[in-house]
């Protein structure tokens, strides 16, 4: 229900835009969410957006970085990422919430894509 894509290999400084297209029913009127997973480690929140995108929230290593957006004309959510660093290396998750609101916890988010692979070297 929910396919993300946009990764890929990327300089240190670069930018990259991830997309994540749902099935109308699972993002329209639902939080949406980005988390990342990188080798060895636990997957971690990224950014959210509620239903209207009026509310945005970013973990603090990503902000002023990056910038959560959607379109519920197109049933796509977006991550710009900006100055990119080696440790923003990881496979990205988008996810559909539960509810319309922002959600930090992947506790609640209902639905799950695929991951996209981020890689930041030079």
């Known amino acids: 229900q929910l396919q993300a894509s946009g990764g890929g290999l990327v300089q240190p400084g670069g930018s990259l835009r991830l997309s994540c297209t749902a099935s109308r029913r699972t993002i329209t009127n639902n939080g949406m969410g980005w988390f990342r997973q990188a080798p060895g480690k636990e997957r971690e929140f990224v950014a959210a957006?509620?239903?209207?995108?009026?509310?945005?929230s970013y973990t603090d290593s990503v902000k002023g970085r990056f910038t959560i957006s959607r379109d519920n004309t197109k049933s796509t959510v977006y991550l710009r990422m900006n100055i990119l660093k080696s440790e923003d290396a990881a496979v990205y998750y988008c996810?559909?919430?539960?509810?319309?609101?922002?959600?930090?916890?992947?506790?609640?988010?209902?639905?799950w894509g695929q991951g996209t692979l981020v890689t930041v070297s030079s």
């Open positions: 996810a559909g919430g539960r509810g319309a609101y922002l959600y930090t916890s992947p506790r609640d988010y209902a639905y």
């Open positions: 957006i509620n239903w209207n995108g009026g509310s945005t």
